[in-house]
């Protein structure tokens, strides 16, 4: 709009009657051409919100699919309606099928282990009722297809229908398969749950926002380190929460041997951490995760006013301060790895050991980058090096402050609705573990009170 102002300036100033008429007409063009962009993609407007469920079942020659997905995001797909606004029911079969074959079937992508792409053929399809739950359920979900399809239903209008699909896949019961899920651009945000159930019966659940890359249908160890290094790499250095304290760790530090040792600390810290949440030890209510992240900014606060206010002739004694806090850390960790353990399959201990590999991976280029960085300003500003040092970790506490003011109300929120806990078996169980879980942790810390001057790193 700014050029388009400089040039009608511009032209108004060469020849303005001329400008006045064709601008007019340039006007009236743009404004036709606009309507004719934004009328079709009104009609067919993406879902705010899509939340896609599918169940799995391998048996000895078929992999057999039901995808549950809203009608709404069958996009350029002609949906009868009566005249009310309603579906009509009675040509929908059709519109239905043309749906799963065009946007469902495409998006159950499956390579074997010669890589060759194959799809699922789409067997039946139908509409669901809002509040039809037979999707949350496997034997729900097949007495729902082996039933007639709906004949009638009220007031049922497309944006708040299901489609209903299943699919079948010929493929040997021991040949070993990934499929590339490809359903994000059914909404802004698309939600999709799997539910693979196991010809021994057992079962597990995987859910994930977009598109999440290839997944195994039977993860092995190797796919597990595969996936979860990648990650725990990219949850370091996007968290800048963990950034600006491991910063802070390192401008507290000028010398090699204790920044090792700090360093160190702060890693044993969350491995314990990482692996008690991830192993279901902790608390499980929703005021855990703001009360994790909010003590997590309360320790980037904190020790930016040790950088502010300690004497730098006295000895740092970084390393309890590290262990601490890499205690929270590492529950802010775990959070974020959530529910993807799933990914792995079985495999949850190969995982948790990739995610802390990752996470060092990227713990690791961050000190190797930030050690000479801060090193060469502190030099470069002298005598002035201890202001340097002051005002970086004045930055460090500001932008803490903030994000301590934020989280705290979003606890705040949260305590509000959360209920006392009921004090049975396993209530005390989960007490009795989080109790290991410290007993852990100060043995720990007294391994590292020992062996860490012993090293010559402290």
Request: glycine share 6%; charged share 20%; with cysteine.
């Given at each position: 709009?700014?050029y388009?102002?400089?040039?009608?300036?511009?032209?108004?100033?060469?020849?303005?009657?001329?400008?006045?008429?064709?601008?007019?007409?340039?006007?009236?063009?743009?404004?036709?051409?606009?309507?004719?962009?934004?009328?079709?993609?009104?009609?067919?407007?993406?879902p705010?919100?899509?939340?896609?469920?599918?169940?799995?079942?391998?048996?000895?020659?078929?992999?057999?699919?039901?995808?549950?997905?809203?009608?709404?995001?069958?996009?350029?797909?002609?949906?009868?309606e009566?005249?009310?606004?309603t579906?009509?029911?009675?040509?929908?079969?059709?519109?239905?099928h043309?749906?799963?074959?065009?946007?469902?079937?495409?998006?159950?992508?499956f390579?074997?282990?010669?890589?060759?792409r194959?799809?699922?053929?789409?067997?039946?399809?139908?509409v669901?009722?809002?509040?039809?739950?037979?999707?949350?359920?496997?034997?729900?979900?097949?007495?729902?297809?082996?039933?007639?399809?709906?004949?009638?239903a009220?007031?049922?209008?497309?944006?708040?229908?299901?489609?209903?699909?299943?699919?079948?896949?010929?493929?040997?019961?021991?040949e070993?398969?990934?499929?590339?899920?490809?359903?994000?651009?059914?909404?802004?945000?698309?939600?999709?749950q799997?539910?693979?159930?196991?010809?021994?019966g057992?079962?597990?659940?995987?859910?994930y926002?977009?598109?999440?890359?290839?997944?195994?249908?039977?993860?092995?160890?190797?796919?597990?380190?595969?996936r979860?290094?990648?990650?725990?790499?990219?949850?370091?250095?996007?968290?800048l929460?963990?950034?600006?304290?491991?910063?802070?760790?390192?401008?507290?530090?000028?010398?090699?041997r204790?920044?090792l040792?700090t360093?160190t600390?702060f890693t044993?810290?969350?491995?314990?951490?990482?692996?008690?949440?991830?192993?279901?030890?902790v608390?499980?209510?929703?005021?855990?995760s703001?009360?994790?992240?909010?003590t997590?900014?309360?320790s980037?606060?904190?020790?930016a006013?040790?950088?502010?206010?300690?004497?730098?002739?006295?000895?740092a004694?970084?390393?309890?301060?590290?262990?601490?806090?890499?205690?929270?850390?590492?529950?802010?960790?775990?959070?974020a790895?959530?529910d993807?353990?799933?990914?792995?399959?079985?495999?949850?201990v190969?995982?948790l050991?990739?995610?802390?590999v990752g996470?060092?991976?990227?713990?690791?280029v961050?000190?190797?980058?930030?050690?000479?960085?801060?090193?060469?300003?502190?030099r470069?500003?002298?005598?002035?090096?201890?202001?340097?040092?002051?005002?970086?970790?004045?930055?460090?506490?500001?932008?803490?402050?903030h994000?301590?003011?934020?989280?705290?109300?979003?606890?705040?929120?949260?305590?509000?609705v959360?209920?006392?806990?009921?004090w049975?078996?396993?209530?005390?169980?989960?007490?009795?573990?989080?109790?290991?879980?410290?007993?852990?942790?100060?043995?720990?810390?007294?391994?590292?009170?020992?062996?860490?001057?012993?090293l010559?790193?402290?």
């Amino acid at each position: 709009m700014l050029y388009l102002d400089a040039m009608t300036h511009q032209r108004r100033a060469v020849a303005p009657d001329r400008w006045s008429w064709a601008g007019r007409r340039r006007v009236r063009r743009c404004a036709a051409l606009l309507a004719l962009l934004v009328t079709p993609a009104s009609a067919h407007e993406i879902p705010a919100r899509a939340v896609v469920t599918i169940h799995v079942v391998r048996t000895a020659d078929t992999l057999r699919l039901w995808v549950r997905a809203p009608l709404e995001a069958m996009r350029d797909v002609t949906i009868p309606e009566r005249a009310d606004g309603t579906v009509d029911l009675g040509r929908l079969r059709p519109a239905l099928h043309e749906s799963a074959t065009l946007w469902i079937a495409p998006g159950l992508g499956f390579r074997g282990p010669a890589g060759a792409r194959r799809e699922p053929r789409v067997v039946d399809a139908r509409v669901a009722v809002p509040t039809d739950r037979s999707a949350d359920d496997l034997d729900a979900v097949i007495r729902h297809f082996a039933a007639p399809p709906l004949d009638s239903a009220p007031g049922l209008r497309v944006h708040s229908a299901w489609l209903d699909v299943a699919l079948v896949l010929a493929v040997p019961l021991d040949e070993r398969l990934t499929v590339e899920p490809t359903f994000a651009h059914l909404g802004l945000r698309t939600t999709t749950q799997w539910r693979f159930h196991e010809p021994d019966g057992t079962s597990r659940t995987l859910t994930y926002d977009g598109d999440p890359g290839p997944i195994p249908l039977r993860p092995r160890a190797w796919d597990a380190l595969r996936r979860f290094v990648p990650d725990g790499v990219r949850h370091i250095l996007g968290g800048l929460d963990h950034l600006l304290f491991l910063l802070l760790l390192v401008l507290g530090e000028r010398r090699w041997r204790p920044l090792l040792g700090t360093v160190t600390a702060f890693t044993v810290a969350h491995a314990l951490t990482i692996g008690a949440t991830a192993l279901g030890v902790v608390p499980t209510g929703a005021w855990f995760s703001p009360l994790v992240e909010t003590t997590i900014a309360a320790s980037v606060l904190w020790l930016a006013l040790v950088r502010i206010l300690r004497d730098p002739a006295r000895p740092a004694h970084g390393w309890p301060l590290a262990f601490t806090f890499g205690l929270v850390h590492g529950f802010g960790f775990a959070i974020a790895l959530g529910d993807r353990l799933a990914f792995a399959g079985a495999h949850r201990v190969s995982a948790l050991a990739a995610f802390n590999v990752g996470i060092e991976v990227g713990q690791l280029v961050v000190v190797l980058i930030a050690v000479p960085v801060l090193h060469w300003m502190l030099r470069r500003a002298g005598e002035r090096a201890r202001l340097l040092t002051i005002v970086l970790a004045a930055l460090a506490a500001d932008v803490a402050w903030h994000w301590l003011l934020a989280r705290g109300e979003t606890l705040q929120s949260a305590l509000a609705v959360a209920t006392l806990p009921t004090w049975d078996a396993v209530a005390l169980l989960g007490l009795l573990r989080g109790l290991l879980v410290a007993v852990v942790a100060l043995a720990l810390a007294l391994l590292l009170r020992h062996f860490l001057p012993r090293l010559r790193l402290t």
